[in-house]
């Protein structure tokens, strides 16, 4: 790990997750029964194994790569690598992980159900909530780096228009210049606070 997340900003996002998500629990999917807190959990795990049976690496994939907020659980690969808040990356996933947590205390109906349906993602609503999610870790960025520089960008545009959230917005000249637009949003301190307030 080269640089840490300086303590007053890692105060400040644990200060944000009391206040806005009093009910959020911490789980690792190294750990036995990590699903158990959460009916949610419990249909994504089931998922997750029944996928598993076809596709071993996209079930590999999530255990060992994919965190998620899941209702209020959220959930980190494993306790080893993930905990400690300071280390950019994990930082940066919460990040990211609070805004759907977030979205889906304010929503606890339409987020799972227009995030989550099975259907081709262009139909649904996931890239709206992904937008979200990214904004959060453009903050991140910002709060770590002082900057969000281009290569977080073309790193998020290949996420919307490529295949690991299944093409979920190919259209990558729009979402450029939406991320462009949050960008000078974020650096300019007109967004406050994980859940988005401008
Ligand atoms: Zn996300």
């Known amino acids: 790990m080269s640089i840490k997340v300086p303590d007053q900003t890692v105060e400040e996002l644990k200060t944000f997750v009391v ?3 009093p009910d959020l629990r911490i789980v690792y999917k190294d750990e036995e029964g990590w699903y158990r807190g959460s009916f949610s959990a419990w ?10 049976l076809f596709d071993r690496d996209w079930k590999s994939f999530f255990y060992e790569r994919y965190s998620n ?4 659980l959220l959930v980190f690969p494993n306790r080893q690598e993930y905990s400690d808040w300071s280390d950019p990356r994990t930082y940066k996933i919460v990040c990211h992980e609070v805004v ?20 081709p993602s262009i139909l649904t609503m996931r890239a709206y909530w992904e937008f979200r999610g990214y904004t959060g870790t ?8 002082g900057e969000v520089g281009d290569p977080v960008l073309d790193f998020i545009q290949d996420t919307f228009t490529g295949s690991m959230y299944f093409f979920m917005f190919p259209f990558p000249k729009t979402i ?8 000078i949003k974020v650096e300019n301190g007109d967004i406050v606070g994980f859940n988005l307030r401008e």
């Open 19 to 21: 206040e806005e998500l």
């Open 43 to 52: 249909v994504v795990y089931l998922f997750v194994t029944a996928v598993g």
């Open 69 to 72: 907020g899941i209702g209020n």
């Open 100 to 119: 759907h947590m977030c979205d889906w205390k304010r929503h606890p109906i339409w987020f799972p159900l227009s995030y989550v349906a099975l259907l």
């Open 138 to 145: 453009m903050l991140a960025y910002y709060r770590v780096h």
């Open 176 to 183: 450029r210049r939406m991320l462009e637009e949050t960008r």
